[in-house]
């Protein structure tokens, strides 16, 4: 009898440990809204709580690579936008030029404004972005793209290679900038010159020498040339266009990605709140079920007790 009262002592005081402890976590769920005390009531749970934390942390970080690219490509395509501003009041100035009603005087004031369309695109040419990195000098961003000798004029390429690409995802980046070489360089339509070449053929025809009246050979040569620099230019001006047109693609998935970021972290957020939060409904019955069970358990335990206790005495 006694051994049997002792085991069932034992059962009680076990149940209503184990109530008391339901109790406590419902209220811990209660005051702090989370599901979980700690990892160790539901391992399981809190294991995929930490991947799909990581997974967030990630994305937060993807969503600033997407800040850094739109800013880096928006600068880049205003950057371009202006050379082919510049470029279209250069051909008109071609076009001038090779016209017979052109003077001496009209050639010089041609030359005066193409040497400042020239130091505009070179500014352009080397346009930073707010950290202050050259977009279109490659690896080599620390320094400008391109450089212009103080006495020739004559504009030099001093990047090296490519940029790095931006991670904005898992197994996805974008590419934010462009080497002057694969943007600039080799102009079809020009003789394989770069844009910067193209340009500078343009102010070296209108430096040459005025041709002497009625040598109709110079004359015949300096409009020739003259043409050219027009159809180079024109050619130049594609060629920023089709840059333009990358970099517009580039800014396109920017705003894709965005939205895939979005909605996964929506996802993921839901996902979290279902592992993690507590539901304050179901926890409230649970709690009010249990502290009903524990009040129960307590009063039987007590009656039984004492009914144990009042046999010793009178056994």
């Given at each position: 009898m006694r051994i049997g009262t002792s085991s069932f002592n034992d059962s009680q005081l076990n149940a209503m440990a184990r109530l008391c402890g339901q109790i406590a976590a419902g209220q811990g769920a209660i005051s702090t809204g989370k599901s979980r005390v700690s990892a160790s009531d539901d391992p399981a749970a809190a294991a995929r709580s930490a991947d799909l934390a990581r997974t967030q942390a990630n994305n937060t970080r993807y969503a600033s690579g997407l800040d850094l690219a739109e800013q880096?490509?928006?600068?880049?395509?205003?950057?371009?936008?202006?050379?082919?501003?510049?470029?279209?009041r250069l051909k008109e100035l071609a076009l001038q030029s090779s016209s017979e009603t052109a003077s001496p005087a009209d050639h010089h004031i041609f030359l005066t404004e193409a040497l400042q369309i020239q130091k505009v695109m070179v500014s352009l040419g080397n346009a930073q972005d707010a950290g202050g990195a050259y977009l279109f000098a490659g690896a080599r961003s620390a320094a400008p793209a391109f450089a212009q000798d103080a006495t020739t004029g004559a504009?030099?390429?001093?990047?090296?290679?490519?940029g790095v690409?931006?991670?904005?995802?898992?197994?996805?980046?974008?590419?934010?900038?462009?080497?002057?070489?694969?943007?600039?360089?080799?102009?079809?339509?020009?003789?394989?010159?770069?844009?910067?070449?193209?340009?500078?053929?343009?102010?070296?025809?209108?430096?040459?020498?005025?041709?002497?009246?009625?040598?109709?050979a110079a004359i015949a040569a300096r409009r020739t040339a003259f043409s050219t620099a027009v159809d180079g230019v024109g050619?130049?001006?594609?060629?920023?266009?089709?840059?333009?047109?990358?970099?517009?693609?580039?800014?396109?998935?920017?705003?894709?990605?965005?939205?895939?970021?979005?909605?996964?972290?929506?996802?993921?957020?839901?996902?979290?709140?279902?592992?993690?939060?507590?539901?304050?409904?179901?926890?409230?019955?649970?709690?009010?079920?249990?502290?009903t069970i524990l009040q129960a358990t307590q009063r039987s335990f007590s009656q039984l007790s004492s009914l144990s206790l009042f046999n010793e005495i009178h056994g």
């Open positions: 880096r490509l928006g600068i880049a395509d205003k950057s371009l936008e202006g050379m082919t501003n510049q470029l279209i504009v030099t390429y001093q990047g090296l290679g490519e690409p931006v991670a904005v995802g898992a197994s996805a980046s974008i590419r934010t900038t462009d080497s002057a070489p694969a943007l600039f360089g080799n102009v079809a339509g020009a003789g394989g010159r770069s844009v910067f070449a193209v340009v500078q053929d343009f102010i070296t025809a209108l430096q040459a020498p005025e041709p002497a009246p009625g040598d109709t050619a130049a001006t594609d060629r920023i266009a089709a840059g333009r047109a990358d970099i517009g693609a580039r800014l396109n998935r920017v705003d894709s990605e965005r939205s895939r970021l979005t909605a996964e972290g929506e996802g993921l957020t839901q996902a979290r709140s279902t592992l993690d939060d507590a539901d304050y409904a179901a926890t409230i019955i649970s709690l009010q079920r249990a502290s």
